[in-house]
């Protein structure tokens, strides 16, 4: 026992980091909405400075520079401390004012991405400036030793902890009885609500910036005595730290320093169990324990990242639809067919690099840039395929090709387990996992010497029919048809995901990314959309980890650290990481790819500030361009091969540039039917639905029918729960009763499963997907009925446009519609699935008269069709006039039901809305 009670507290110092850097974190997220991952490189850096002073020298981290200048001496502890500490508080504020600030609006991914792009800056130039030895520090708390019967207790790391715990009650109350505290929170909460208070927003995250930054500097000097300073080992704190941060949820400094220790104690006891326990593996323990925090917090929980009041006005990037793959696939493998062919040694292995990373690129760009999962664990996938495939060929004697399609379908199963956390949890809290996810399988197995020889895995050639198709070794190095080879399996890969991006699949995933509650009552089946991305990227992902392999002809772990990974991540997002081309470009700018050869060939240092090149790079990439490098030129070819319509006329959708003043007798719908439905029989019914959020009833025991054929108007004051009850009915919430279509109960299905048994439904704020056209958004709801493709279908989605007026602007992006085609066009969605009941919400929000007259008049083209309609809206002059029942919902509860006559004399509707008083006016 007292072993284990000894290394627990050896583990203090460790956890003090972890403690101090989710301080940091909390600081930064909660004050701006940043998930700093660079806040082990800040404070890295921090301690190099603090470390170089003791020495009498002032280290210079700024490329081109001297690494440091003589100070004459060692100016001590206190004012080392200081000076450095102050420094990186200036860096924290440099680096919100000139990279955070201007991202202030960008969705949380975008300020993630730069985050990862300042860490590999910071990294990589510590790396040149300093070098990546050991550098070693002047203790600075007592190193004497407290002996307690056999446990021996370091002071060093008592003093540490006490330090960054008493640091933490120090800010807790700063937070919570200061003014600065309240803004903070203030702006946490809701940053318009800040703005109109007459705060800055802006100012406060710039003190919290400087704050945090101060904060890890003082961590990375503190603990730099007791952990020697190396470039990458500081960075990967980040780990273990988030894991502390998302116990404390992003919100306490105290829960988060209290997270951090304990994290650490449980690494220092998972150390020691490694050594005296045989049949534990005898390395990854240890970055095995933030995993499983991370997993059981977030997962077990379900519980994402709290979300902050920002202002968000933009989104992740286009993704466009490939028009041309075979003649552009085939003009590419011509091109770089040639280049193999003509170019010298030193060319050839970077194109074959090239093609391999934009291999790996390319499933990126399915993972995260077509399903929207921010996946960092690509790499490490690839990486496991890569050291399967040793085994797979060597000892199990299964020959190519089916042995890199083997370990690409064990890197496919391992790719499914890493997305399974994604079902449960959404956004940054993937990327969080998969990184944690990517640290432990490097740790687990590249780097464990009870699965990889020190001398690394040997990798056969591949070999078809005794031809060899290997890259060669000496003067055979490197051959061309292992070149060739690669470039096939890049053109296969390619158009492969280009034919994704074209299917029903590939349409779902883009409206996961979107919005999965949409996706969802479009009749997308979430889950498997999801797990189908995380599993077809894992496939690709290995083939290039395959290739990797081939190429390496020994792997080790080397190639697949989870720094690299954050790296390759970095370098896809910076090329376009949701286009074809964007990952293939990856694989030009990759570490050994063209680019790289062209900077060794520029200057003889270029090459090493490579990695400063890509992280300034990808700064400026996600400030200007969320879209990547490609992203200018896929839009000059979108307007170039845009034409404008030749229809014109009367069938032109609402919004656009249409006569305002016409006679609605001009309307193509100008001859629908607006007979009122008086009976029919129930298509759609509600008995007894209540819907409870914890003690509040949003919904009472609401029960009526829908008769089949009939528009059923469903009107109340705000807060009457309208839209509780829409959810309820089409599942995106629980609720107790019954709910039934065509008597079918529909119990507890989920909702596109309802969507599936005959409901489909919009959504009051619209949510299409952006950056699909009006006929790829309408598309996800036939692809959500498994009925995408095919003439009949075509067909189909004419007959909609025609029947709804969007024959127009079908292959217009859904971006640059007006608010009334948005509001056809979710409709559109809806019916794709061949609904029995839709149900609509507030489709007239935000038209104006003559807009909401015309959709009156399609949605009773709709019931002609034989659709039947729920209507929720606050139009009453639409209501009145299109529906023939009308249900009338007031805190919860029915609160009358009748003809639209009967419901615009009926005082307790009037009271409802109008309030006793002026009842009494209107009604008399």
Same mark, same amino acid.
């Given at each position: ?9 050896l ?9 101090a ?19 082990g ?24 520079l ?11 502890f ?21 990279v ?16 990862? @792009? ?22 600075i ?10 446990? &021996? ?22 937070? &919570? ?42 961590a990375g ?33 105290? =829960? ?5 220790l ?64 075979w ?10 067919g ?29 993972v ?8 960092? @664990? ?15 060929t ?10 890199p ?7 496919t ?9 994604a ?98 009552a ?20 290995g ?40 990952g ?58 845009? &034409?404008?319509?030749? &229809? ?8 656009s540039?249409?006569?305002?003043? =016409? ?7 100008a ?42 108007g ?28 065509a ?95 839709l ?39 639409l ?46």
């Amino acid at each position: 026992m007292s072993q284990h009670i000894q290394f627990l507290l050896l583990g203090i110092g460790s956890g003090g980091v972890f403690g101090a850097l989710a301080i940091a974190l909390v600081l930064t997220y909660r004050s701006s909405g940043v998930l700093n991952f660079a806040t082990g490189a800040i404070a890295l850096n921090c301690a190099y400075i603090y470390a170089f002073l003791r020495k009498g020298e002032f280290v210079i981290l700024v490329p081109g520079l001297p690494k440091s200048v003589d100070i004459g001496g060692d100016p001590g502890f206190a004012a080392s401390a200081a000076i450095a500490v102050a420094l990186s508080a200036l860096f924290g504020l440099l680096v919100y004012v000139v990279v955070f600030r201007p991202l202030r609006k960008a969705p949380p991914i975008a300020r993630a991405v730069a985050s990862i @792009a300042l860490m590999i800056v910071l990294v990589a130039i510590a790396s040149k400036q300093v070098g990546t030895n050991t550098v070693g520090v002047k203790a600075i708390f007592p190193v004497d030793i407290w002996t307690v019967g056999s446990i &021996r207790i370091p002071q060093d790391r008592v003093y540490f902890g006490i330090a960054i715990f008493g640091l933490a009650l120090v800010l807790a109350a700063l937070y &919570r009885f200061t003014r600065f505290g309240l803004l903070t929170r203030a702006t946490a909460e809701s940053e318009e609500g800040a703005y109109v208070s007459g705060l800055s927003p802006d100012r406060v995250a710039a003190y919290n910036w400087m704050i945090g930054a101060a904060v890890a500097g003082s961590a990375g000097i503190l603990i730099s005595p007791i952990v020697p300073l190396t470039p990458t080992g500081y960075s990967l704190f980040i780990v273990p730290a988030l894991a502390a941060a998302i116990i404390g949820q992003f919100s306490s400094v105290v =829960a988060a320093v209290a997270a951090g220790l304990v994290i650490g104690m449980l690494q220092s006891e998972a150390t020691y169990l490694a050594r005296v326990h045989e049949w534990l593996p005898s390395s990854g323990l240890v970055e095995l324990v933030p995993l499983v925090v991370i997993l059981v917090v977030l997962v077990i929980r379900a519980k994402p990242l709290p979300s902050r009041g920002a202002v968000i006005v933009s989104e992740l990037g286009n993704a466009p639809y490939p028009r041309r793959v075979w003649s552009g696939a085939g003009i590419g493998v011509v091109i770089v067919g040639l280049a193999l062919i003509l170019s010298g040694n030193d060319v050839r292995v970077a194109l074959i690099t090239t093609l391999i990373l934009g291999v790996i690129g390319l499933s990126q760009v399915v993972v995260t840039g077509y399903a929207g999962q921010v996946s960092l @664990a690509q790499l490490a996938l690839a990486g496991a395929a890569a050291f399967i495939l040793g085994p797979i060929t060597a000892s199990w004697g299964i020959p190519f090709p089916f042995a890199p399609l083997l370990a690409a379908l064990v890197a496919t199963v391992l790719g499914v387990v890493v997305g399974l956390p994604a079902l449960r949890i959404r956004g940054l809290t993937v990327a969080v996992v998969t990184l944690a996810l990517a640290y432990a399988i490097e740790a687990l197995w590249f780097r464990n010497l009870d699965f990889v020889p020190s001398s690394g895995v040997d990798i056969p050639d591949p070999k078809i029919f005794g031809y060899s198709l290997g890259i060669g070794r000496g003067e055979n190095y490197p051959r061309l048809e292992f070149g060739l080879f690669c470039l096939a399996v890049l053109a296969v890969v390619g158009v492969g995901v280009a034919c994704l991006r074209r299917s029903g699949l590939g349409t779902r995933m883009l409206a996961v990314r979107a919005n999965e509650r949409s996706a969802a009552a479009s009749g997308v089946d979430v889950v498997r959309t999801k797990l189908a991305a995380f599993a077809i990227g894992a496939f690709i992902a290995g083939i290039g980890g395959c290739l990797l392999a081939y190429q390496q002809t020994n792997v080790s772990f080397q190639s697949f650290t989870a720094l690299a990974g954050l790296t390759l991540f970095a370098i896809v997002y910076l090329a376009g990481i949701t286009s074809i081309s964007g990952g293939i470009l990856s694989g030009v700018l990759g570490a050994g790819g063209v680019a790289f050869l062209l900077l060794e060939h520029v200057g003889e240092s270029a090459g090493t500030w490579y990695q400063v090149i890509v992280g300034v790079g990808l700064m400026v990439t996600v400030l200007m361009n969320p879209e990547g490098i490609v992203g200018p030129a896929q839009r000059a070819l979108a307007r170039a091969g845009r &034409r404008p319509s030749p &229809r014109t006329g009367s069938m032109v959708a609402v919004g656009s540039a249409v006569d305002r003043t =016409a006679s609605l007798t001009d309307s193509p719908f100008a001859d629908v039917d607006r007979t009122p439905v008086r009976s029919g029989d129930p298509l759609l019914a509600l008995d007894r639905v209540t819907v409870r959020y914890g003690g509040v009833v949003a919904v009472d025991e609401v029960s009526f029918d829908v008769p089949d054929g009939a528009i059923v108007g469903l009107i109340g004051p705000n807060g009457a729960g309208k839209t509780t009850l829409i959810d309820a009915i089409s599942g995106s919430v629980r609720a107790e009763g019954t709910v039934a279509v065509a008597g079918e109960a529909l119990g507890d299905k989920s909702t596109h499963r309802r969507v599936h048994a005959g409901l489909g439904r919009t959504f009051q704020a619209i949510e299409l997907y952006e950056d699909l056209t009006v006929r790829e958004n309408v598309q996800v709801g036939l692809s959500g009925r498994g009925r995408a493709g095919g003439a009949d279908s075509a067909t189909e989605l004419d007959e909609i446009f025609d029947l709804l007026g969007l024959v127009e602007v079908c292959d217009t992006p859904a971006g640059e519609l007006s608010q009334g085609q948005r509001q056809l066009v979710s409709i559109a969605r809806a019916l794709a699935g061949r609904p029995k009941v839709l149900l609509l919400d507030e489709p007239a929000g935000g038209l104006d008269t003559t807009e909401s007259r015309w959709l009156g008049d399609r949605l009773l083209a709709i019931r002609a069709s034989g659709v039947t309609i729920l209507l929720v809206e606050h139009d009453m002059s639409l209501v009145l006039r299109i529906c023939d029942v009308v249900q009338v919902l007031n805190f919860g509860r029915t609160l009358a039901s009748g003809t639209p006559e009967q419901i615009r004399g009926d005082r307790a509707v009037a009271e409802a809305y109008l309030g006793a008083m002026h009842t009494e006016e209107v009604l008399g």
